[in-house]
Nanobody, 119 residues
């Protein structure tokens, strides 16, 4: 069983920066795609960024140029550096680990960390 624990959220002003961290338990981190998603009240959960085991990165258009995802396989940790934060970035941010076995995907989620950006 995989457990994901996020940290680093908080209340900041527009233009500030935050770095989120997510530590994964278990031994499959290095072979799993990691991602950050977010969900604002009344909205669906949306992708923010993903990073594959080989380092291929994908960002939502809304965060390109402002957010950076990275991973440290030695520490079983994925990071999300968020710069130039905007009020519309306010959401609960969730860490995600996708485990693939042939065509079967198992998704794991953290408990979420709140990010609030005031104007």
């Amino acid at each position: 069983q995989v457990q994901l624990v996020e940290s680093g959220g908080g209340l900041v002003q527009a233009g500030d920066s935050l770095r989120l961290s997510c530590v994964a338990s278990g031994t499959i981190f290095s072979v799993s795609t990691m991602g950050w998603y977010r969900q604002a009240p009344g909205k669906q959960r949306e992708l923010v960024a993903t990073i594959t085991p080989g380092g291929t990165i994908n960002y939502a258009d809304s965060v390109k140029g402002r957010f950076t995802i990275s991973r440290d396989n030695a520490k079983n940790t994925v990071y999300l550096q968020m710069n130039s934060l905007k009020p519309e970035d306010t959401s609960v941010y969730y860490c995600n680990l996708d485990r693939w076995r042939v065509t079967l995907r198992t998704r794991y989620w953290g408990q979420g960390t709140q990010v609030t950006v005031s104007s």
